[in-house]
């Protein structure tokens, strides 16, 4: 008799981890996200085309505007952590606007 109680243990331990399968596979679900509409440009100045066009497809205007000022070597860094790190398809001609702006628009004084 103890081994027939040993052998049930043993196979019901063994077969613990196959009784999720039963249940099937997940079910995956859509969701719908309402993004705020942003329509705000930045400033027009010098660079501002190149931020425009290159800065708005992930940030809203108002995020960076919104920003504390930073030194000029300090925007670069931001710039090009962009580029390097989230990979933000900004053409190299277009770095020293943008970061001429930033430091012009939004400098540490």
Known sequence: MRWVLLAGILLGTAL??????????????????????????????????????????????GMVLNQPPLPKAMWEEEVHKMINAYKAPVEAKDVEPIVDYLSRVKGDR
């Open 16 to 61: 613990v981890p196959f009784a999720g399968w039963a249940a099937g596979p997940s079910e995956l679900k859509s969701v719908t996200v309402d993004l705020p509409a942003g329509d705000r440009m930045f400033p027009p100045g010098p660079g501002s085309d190149e931020i425009n066009n290159n800065c708005l497809a992930c940030h809203s205007a």
